[in-house]
């Protein structure tokens, strides 16, 4: 109950998009200019929770994936309660299943209630697929028509998220490109845009 009613009195931000569309590389450029958000990485939070065994995560059964999915969520609330600090939390509401070929949710039910806002982080499918094929580190899907299937359900995941669970929905697009930080900067200040 505390950790809702302190919900309201502090933002809990989830930068969304699809996997290798540049959010951590975006947030890395404004970082120093929001000293007063916690930034955290969600699937680092996940794999310190699952340990070892995280390049396999994708392949746990759903329920074991759920579970370490809330335990992520109580380790931000219990973190936001010490320090005090709105959080901005680089994540994902949806993820391409490799089981099941297919993009899927992945928001429980304690990720709704935790998030006030979602920022939809958005670019075109050809740039998604020339970052995902410069990040040599990471084990990505290059299929065009897969990244468009990805980016769509996103969107759509998302939106119904957030209208489901009365969460503020924030875009940021190919519009703001030559500002887009600034633009993200405005968002968690509660600056209009």
Do not use: W
């Not at 935790?114 to 040599?136: G, H, M």
């Not at 969460?167 to 500002?179: G, S, T, V």
Request: proline share 2%; hydrophobic share 35%; glycine share 4%.
């Amino acid at each position: 109950m505390c950790h809702l009613i302190k919900r309201f009195l502090m933002k809990r931000y989830c930068l969304i998009g699809i996997k290798g569309i540049g959010k951590s590389t975006l947030i890395k450029t404004i970082l120093k200019e929001i000293p007063n958000i916690d930034y955290l990485i969600g699937s680092q939070i996940l794999r310190e929770l699952v340990g070892s065994r995280f390049d396999n995560f994708d392949y746990f059964p759903e329920d074991k994936k759920k579970k370490y999915r809330e335990k992520a969520i109580e380790y931000m609330i219990k973190r936001q309660n010490e320090n005090h600090k709105d959080i901005l939390v680089d994540g994902h509401t949806s993820l391409y299943n490799l089981i099941n070929n297919a993009p899927e949710n992945v928001f429980t039910k304690l990720d709704c209630q935790f998030f006030t806002d979602l920022i939809l982080y958005e670019v075109n499918a050809l740039t998604v697929l020339e970052r995902r094929k410069s990040d040599f580190k990471k084990k990505r899907i290059l299929d065009l028509s897969i990244i468009k299937k990805e980016l769509f359900f996103e969107r759509d995941n998302s939106e119904n998220i957030a209208k489901k669970n009365g969460m503020q929905m924030h875009y940021l697009n190919e519009d703001f490109q030559d500002h887009i930080g600034k633009v993200l900067i405005k968002i968690l200040r509660g600056e209009k845009l």
